[in-house]
């Protein structure tokens, strides 16, 4: 009975979560503050150590929001999309989930600039938007972590409402106000209708 109450509790979190998500993002907020406050929130939710987002740029990933103490890596790290664990997950457009020796991993890059490269366990998901990866979200521990399937599936769902969100955020305000949404909907074509 307990492992049932604490897994109803643990989906309550995630739900919450995801709630907290949606409505930071249709604040009229900077995409940055709005990115900063989606990696504090991952990382309470996570018990991590550090929160990672990347976003494309060309042919690079560039860092673009982090929970860690060092603001001045923020747009100057960088690495192609064939470097790393990170740019993996970009390519293949598959989530990488290691629980310990992380730096060991083949595909693993090393910064000198972040600490975080020697942290154990790694869970990093694609971010999409309009079924393309725009971005990569890593979630570090120092020590080994098993990752359960909630906290993967939790990850790979904010992946996709950053990639929402960087969608919106090329809209101005005068241009969703302007825009004719149902007319949007109904010149798509026709809602399939069941067999």
Same mark, same amino acid.
């Given at each position: 009975? +307990?492992?049932?109450?604490?897994?109803?509790?643990?989906?309550?979190?995630?739900?919450?979560?995801?709630? +907290? !998500? @949606?409505?930071?993002?249709?604040?009229?907020?900077?995409? #940055? &503050? *709005?990115? +900063?406050?989606?990696? &504090?929130?991952? $990382?309470?939710?996570?018990? /991590? &150590? @550090?929160?990672?987002?990347?976003?494309?740029?060309? @042919?690079?990933?560039?860092?673009?929001? @982090?929970?860690?103490?060092?603001?001045?890596?923020?747009? +100057?790290v960088k690495l192609k999309l064939s470097e790393g664990i990170t740019g993996w997950v970009a390519r293949e457009r598959r989530m990488v989930a290691i629980s310990r020796e992380a730096n060991r991993d083949s595909r693993f890059k090393f910064f000198s600039d972040l600490p975080e490269d020697t942290f154990?366990?790694?869970?990093? *998901?694609?971010?999409?938007?309009?079924?393309?990866? $725009?971005?990569? !979200?890593?979630?570090?521990?120092?020590?080994?972590?098993?990752?359960?399937?909630?906290?993967?599936?939790?990850?790979?769902?904010?992946?996709?409402? $950053?990639? /929402?969100?960087?969608?919106?955020?090329?809209?101005?305000?005068?241009?969703?106000?302007?825009?004719?949404?149902?007319?949007?909907?109904?010149?798509?074509?026709?809602?399939? #209708?069941?067999?």
């Open positions: 009975m +307990k492992d049932v109450e604490a897994r109803l509790e643990r989906t309550e979190q995630q739900l919450r979560l995801f709630q +907290k !998500i @949606s409505r930071f993002m249709v604040r009229e907020l900077s995409l #940055q &503050d *709005v990115l +900063k406050g989606i990696v &504090d929130m991952i $990382v309470e939710f996570m018990g /991590c &150590d @550090s929160c990672l987002i990347y976003l494309i740029d060309g @042919s690079e990933l560039v860092l673009c929001a @982090s929970n860690t103490p060092h603001p001045s890596t923020i747009g +100057k154990e366990a790694i869970l990093s *998901v694609p971010v999409i938007a309009r079924n393309r990866v $725009v971005g990569v !979200i890593n979630v570090q521990h120092r020590g080994p972590h098993m990752h359960t399937g909630g906290e993967m599936e939790t990850l790979t769902t904010i992946g996709e409402q $950053v990639g /929402c969100l960087l969608v919106l955020a090329r809209m101005s305000a005068q241009a969703v106000e302007a825009a004719n949404h149902a007319e949007l909907v109904l010149s798509s074509g026709p809602i399939p #209708q069941p067999r």
